[in-house]
């Protein structure tokens, strides 16, 4: 009899575990011959030499499957441990299965360019209106990038600017202050990877979030890196993100022109790199449209309503301006 060790590290063991430990309980009755007990990440197992080596091999195939499909039920367990292939089969097309075995995959023709364009290219555009999903499959991208272990390390960035509010007058310190905008990174990923799991990597700096100005003097190699709300960059904000690529990385750029919060007076230096890099060999751009919008549908129709009254201003605008030049003005013209 000996005992060996397995430790689980690249699923969350609760995960693994399953509720109140359902899935070691079926372990125990599909191994009868060995005496197992699991605490933490760690599963120890007494038995024949034989019997303890066959456990892990099939231990390290269910952890495998776990990590792939982002769940475990009872029928994969005992498919693997008989030698059969599992019944969970991944669809066409998915990027990745987030929590509960949920499968991510592109909801229109522009998402399924952004994940080509992504394989493709180490920097693409991802350029439109609200609601079409630019940020969540970026993010799906790269957490699947790092379960395929295709990187090293997960950066999401976003410029902190302030949309009508000032920052100095938030409570707390200065992360405190940068944390709501960096929220919607932190709802995407919690909706793809399991909560200890995430705080692993969130503590070993696998997974990291910061403001746009964190980035500068930084070389970024072996990583995917996610410049999001990049319309609110300045000219030279994005000459210095775009130049912090290393190599084996790859960025992926995310921006709605239609909702540019800068001072009316500063360039969008997203608007001058598309102008810039349009056509450049080894960059993709995604340009999405109000139909490729996947959020509520009223989400849509509010966009178009949006857009709607903008024109109706600027073709107001112009006709007073027309109103207002004098016939000296017109004669001169």
Same mark, same amino acid.
């Given at each position: 009899?000996?005992?060996?060790?397995?430790? =689980?590290?690249?699923?969350?063991?609760?995960? &693994?575990?399953?509720?109140?430990? #359902?899935?070691?309980?079926?372990?125990?009755?599909?191994?009868?011959?060995?005496?197992?007990?699991?605490?933490?990440?760690?599963?120890?197992?007494?038995?024949?030499?034989?019997?303890?080596?066959?456990?892990?091999?099939?231990?390290?195939?269910?952890?495998?499957?776990?990590?792939?499909?982002?769940?475990?039920?009872?029928?994969?367990? =005992?498919?693997? /441990?008989?030698?059969?292939?599992?019944?969970?089969?991944?669809?066409?097309?998915?990027?990745? &299965?987030?929590?509960?075995?949920?499968?991510?995959?592109?909801?229109?023709?522009?998402?399924?360019?952004? $994940?080509? +364009?992504?394989?493709?290219?180490?920097?693409?555009?991802?350029?439109?209106?609200?609601?079409?999903?630019?940020?969540? =499959? #970026? @993010?799906?991208?790269? $957490?699947?990038?790092?379960?395929?272990?295709?990187?090293?390390?997960?950066?999401?960035?976003?410029?902190? $600017?302030?949309?009508?509010?000032?920052?100095?007058?938030?409570?707390?310190?200065?992360?405190?202050k940068i944390d709501p905008y960096l929220r919607p990174l932190y709802?995407?990923?919690?909706?793809?990877?399991?909560?200890?799991?995430?705080?692993?990597?969130?503590? +070993?700096?696998?997974?990291? =979030?910061?403001?746009?100005? &964190?980035?500068?003097?930084?070389?970024?190699?072996?990583?995917?890196?996610?410049?999001?709300e990049a319309q609110n960059t300045t000219k030279h904000q994005m000459?210095?993100?775009?130049?912090?690529?290393?190599?084996?990385?790859?960025?992926?750029?995310?921006?709605?022109?239609?909702? @540019?919060?800068?001072?009316r007076t500063v360039q969008s230096g997203l608007l001058q790199a598309?102008?810039?890099?349009?056509?450049?060999?080894?960059?993709?751009? @995604?340009?999405?449209?109000?139909?490729?919008?996947?959020?509520?549908?009223? /989400?849509?129709?509010? /966009?178009?309503?949006?857009?709607?009254?903008?024109?109706?201003?600027?073709?107001?605008?112009?006709?007073?301006? #027309?109103?207002?030049? +004098?016939?000296?003005?017109?004669?001169?013209?």
């Amino acid at each position: 009899m000996i005992e060996r060790t397995v430790i =689980i590290e690249q699923v969350d063991p609760q995960t &693994f575990y399953g509720v109140n430990n #359902a899935n070691i309980s079926l372990l125990r009755n599909l191994f009868p011959k060995l005496r197992i007990a699991a605490r933490g990440n760690v599963i120890k197992v007494i038995g024949e030499d034989s019997e303890t080596a066959e456990f892990e091999a099939k231990i390290r195939k269910i952890e495998s499957h776990a990590v792939k499909y982002n769940k475990l039920r009872d029928e994969d367990i =005992i498919d693997i /441990v008989k030698g059969d292939p599992p019944k969970s089969v991944a669809a066409e097309g998915v990027i990745i &299965f987030g929590q509960n075995g949920k499968p991510i995959s592109p909801r229109n023709h522009n998402q399924a360019l952004m $994940v080509k +364009s992504f394989h493709q290219n180490d920097l693409t555009f991802a350029l439109g209106p609200a609601g079409t999903g630019k940020t969540y =499959i #970026a @993010i799906a991208l790269a $957490v699947a990038a790092l379960k395929n272990r295709q990187c090293k390390r997960i950066l999401l960035s976003r410029p902190a $600017v302030e949309a009508g509010e000032k920052l100095g007058f938030l409570p707390g310190d200065m992360k405190d202050k940068i944390d709501p905008y960096l929220r919607p990174l932190y709802d995407a990923l919690e909706d793809m990877i399991p909560a200890l799991k995430l705080k692993e990597y969130m503590e +070993s700096d696998t997974i990291q =979030i910061a403001p746009l100005a &964190f980035m500068r003097g930084r070389t970024l190699n072996d990583s995917i890196i996610i410049l999001d709300e990049a319309q609110n960059t300045t000219k030279h904000q994005m000459k210095m993100f775009l130049t912090r690529l290393g190599m084996n990385a790859k960025m992926i750029v995310t921006g709605d022109t239609s909702q @540019i919060d800068l001072p009316r007076t500063v360039q969008s230096g997203l608007l001058q790199a598309i102008r810039i890099l349009r056509g450049v060999k080894g960059i993709g751009m @995604i340009d999405y449209q109000k139909k490729d919008i996947v959020r509520h549908p009223l /989400v849509q129709r509010i /966009v178009d309503a949006y857009e709607h009254r903008e024109k109706e201003a600027d073709a107001e605008f112009e006709a007073r301006l #027309a109103e207002s030049e +004098s016939p000296e003005d017109a004669a001169k013209e």
